[in-house]
């Protein structure tokens, strides 16, 4: 009859009937109550009620509709007397913890399913039950194996199987959450939402044909189904049809004109297609149907950073909102820290991040972690992740404990970090996607660092530190664009691994070609109208000079079109650029470089590891400094691999820079030629020196709170 969270199911009628006449009239109160005639049912319970107050079918059955009509407390009072009469019965007893459950007691909850287990070994919805609240109560490895059985023992439980395949989804378990979901579309073949569930889950395995496939089945059964036009557009964005993924989006938005995640994601979408302004109007309406998504928020937040005319004070105010709108509520669930204030101990440093995977972030964060120093710190990592992959495994072996948070709720992990006893607990993600920065607003470690995966304060006041450089933040220059203390680390504040995939640096592009070939493989998202008509003002005084961009969004023909036209207005024909979509293969994606000369670094938002690639294949990189970190990053790298001369402060000078090496070809072969060994020598690529400058932050840090206790 009724559903409580966790797909748990009401128990009705089970029970042998009392003898005649109340057996009659509990028969006619279940006919109703199964048909869903409440009113009838429960007029009829109340009946025998009246007559028999301890009759315990009864009591049983007029809890569990009190139960389907919200009043949980009073169905509680029923449940429990009806168990304290018949305290043998499972069915009573699952009911009863299905009650707890939507109460919140997910403990006591827990109790009830196992006592109803007990009973009865067998009791596939009991075993459900279970499930469901050991999702609750985030115990997810416990809640898998409890479906897993609910499923094995009632192999047509359609809902045991759909749960089964959510929480292996949820784990990264991919294969076998799709032979869940297969299961219960064997015993549910016209389900709709299962399909859309398996969409989902091929999606993550980047089996891009098997997903459309999945949603377009979904949407076959159910055309209305705004989810799943709204997986559907995810994946199509993935593939690089992104026209279509468009129109999917708002095909999504048409059905249900309240749906905040597809204006957000729309938004991203067409950030990404550089259509800023539009995506700012999609994430400000998500904002307004739903001012709690902080997703949408971080989604806006990030696109400032692109944004070639937001002020630096701007983006830095808009911090400080989404911390006092989605953070600053959090404030009463902090709790006192009781870590020992030794300040020369071994500490506890855990790592907070989606991004423990083959992902630009992994690049600069896997050497530090690789080489931290035992004898001073234990490594905790917490990953958000649904697709750990080989560079996880590796991850996973630097650690000394693990922790899966994905599919937890934030302060579920808040309180497992507490349980870790984390003494400086580092977020490696900022406002991107799948933070966990509501974790660090409920404060479970006393210190708290923000570093590497964002360009920008996260704006929180329970946030103490940044960690970053003097080149990416001269002192007196950004400060006041933090909520957090600056940390500058002595030389730089990313240390990067490159690829081992990474082909050997071939001869300058230009002595085979007869031309010069500008480069930029950032996201054109990047590729701002200040961008363009730079990059122009180059390629006409550069004469026969070429220019190469690579990003995923040029995969489909409508960007490609409206990148184009932005050139051709600064008169720039289609024959002097060669615009390359995503390639798979990262030693392909590499081998690109050998055709580049010159790389042309976007404004005003940096590239990160695109300039490390750029410099280790051999190809320098023009940049120009900026205002605020994320204009300055291009800055801290040239300057630690010793090419301060290739940062421009104006505009002008980044013309006269790219322009003068153009010109210049022993210079640009000289470069070629030594470029990877001068990076490979750099402090960019120190990974011991950086981690020992890290730690020594780190215990400046601690000994300071240390001082605090004392």
């Known amino acids: 009859m009724g559903k409580a969270r966790g797909g748990q199911s009401l128990i009705i009628g089970r029970r042998p009937m009392p003898s005649p006449p109340i057996h009659q009239t509990m028969q006619t109160a279940a006919r109703h109550h199964q048909a869903g005639r409440l009113d009838q049912a429960e007029a009829l ?117 759909h749960q089964l395949g959510d929480l292996l989804r949820v784990r990264g378990r991919l294969p076998e959450a799709v032979q869940a979901f297969e299961k219960e579309l064997a015993v549910a073949p016209n389900n709709a ?99 709690e998504l902080a997703q949408a928020h971080d989604n806006l937040l990030f696109a400032l950073f692109v944004h070639p005319t937001m002020e630096p004070r701007e983006i830095f105010l808009q911090h400080v909102q989404w911390n006092r709108q989605h953070a600053a509520p959090l404030a009463g669930q902090i709790q006192k820290h009781d870590n020992d204030p030794s300040p020369n101990r071994r500490l506890r440093i855990g790592y907070v991040s ?77 406002h991107t996607s799948d933070n966990r920065l509501l974790v660090f607003a409920r404060k479970p470690a006393p210190i708290q660092v923000t570093y590497c995966g964002y360009p920008g304060t996260t704006g929180l006041t329970t946030m103490d530190y940044r960690l970053t450089d003097g080149y990416a933040d001269p002192p007196g220059q950004t400060e006041h664009y933090h909520t957090e ?17 990474a082909p050997p640096v071939g001869p300058l592009a230009a002595l085979a070609n007869g031309h010069i070939t500008f480069a930029s493989f950032n996201h054109v998202a990047k590729i701002t109208d200040p961008t363009v008509e730079l990059w122009s003002q180059i390629l006409r005084q550069v004469p026969d000079s070429r220019l190469l961009l690579k990003s995923p969004g040029l995969g489909d023909a409508a960007p490609r079109q409206q990148l184009l036209e932005r050139f051709a207005a600064q008169g720039i024909s289609a024959q002097r650029l060669e615009l390359q979509a995503r390639i798979a293969s990262l030693g ?12 042309l670094d976007p404004f005003p938002y940096h590239g990160t590891t695109t300039t490390c ?22 800055v801290s790298l040239l300057s630690n691999v010793g090419l301060p001369q290739l940062i421009a402060q104006d505009p002008r000078g980044y013309v006269q820079i790219a322009v003068g090496l153009a010109n210049d070809l022993p210079t640009l072969i000289e470069l070629r030629i030594g470029l990877r060994d001068r990076v490979a020598h750099s402090p960019l690529l120190d990974a011991p020196g950086f981690a020992r400058s890290v730690e020594a932050a780190y215990r400046e840090m601690w000994r300071r709170w240390c001082q605090t206790q004392g």
């Open 45 to 161: 319970y109340r009946r025998v009620l009246l007559e028999h107050p301890s009759q315990p079918e009864a009591l049983h059955l007029l809890g569990i509709i009190l139960s389907q009509r919200g009043q949980h407390e009073a169905a509680l009072e029923l449940l429990r007397k009806a168990v304290a009469i018949h305290p043998r019965s499972a069915d009573f007893q699952s009911n009863l913890g299905i009650v707890l459950a939507n109460l919140g007691r997910t403990q006591e909850a827990l109790e009830a399913f196992e006592q109803a287990l007990r009973l009865r070994p067998g009791h596939a919805q009991a075993q459900s039950n279970l499930g469901g609240a050991l999702r609750a109560a985030g115990r997810m490895d416990e809640a898998i194996e409890a479906f897993g059985k609910a499923a094995a023992s009632q192999p047509g439980n359609a809902a045991a199987w």
């Open 193 to 291: 939402e299962a399909y859309n569930f398996l969409g989902v889950t091929l999606a993550a395995m980047a089996e891009a044909p098997q997903a459309m496939e999945a949603f377009r089945k979904s949407l076959d059964l159910r055309p209305d189904n705004a989810d799943a036009h709204n997986n559907l557009a995810a994946i199509l964005a993935a593939d690089g049809q992104l026209e279509q993924a468009i129109a999917e989006y708002r095909k999504a938005i048409e059905l249900r004109p309240d749906f905040p995640g597809a204006y957000s994601n729309l938004g991203n979408l067409l950030k990404d297609c550089n259509r800023l302004e539009e995506a700012l109007a999609l994430f400000r309406k998500a904002l307004q149907l739903n001012p």
């Open 354 to 430: 989606p991004d423990f995977r083959e992902h630009s972030v992994a690049f600069f964060v896997e050497n530090l972690l690789a080489n931290h120093d035992p004898a001073q710190v234990e490594i905790f990592c917490y990953a958000e992740l649904s697709r750990p992959d080989l560079a996880t495994a590796r991850f996973q072996q630097l650690a000394r404990q693990w922790r899966w948070t994905t599919g937890q709720a934030d302060a579920q992990v808040a309180e497992l970090i507490r349980q870790d006893r984390i003494d400086i607990l580092v977020d490696l993600a900022g």
């Open 485 to 501: 203390q600056l940390v500058r680390l002595p030389q730089t504040f990313l240390c990067f691994r490159p690829s081992p995939s």
């Open 588 to 599: 392909s994606h590499l081998q690109l470089y050998h055709r580049a000369d010159i790389a």
């Open 613 to 634: 690639e750029a410099l280790w294949m051999g190809v320098p990189v023009v940049s120009l400094a900026g205002k605020h970190h994320a204009s300055r990053v291009g």
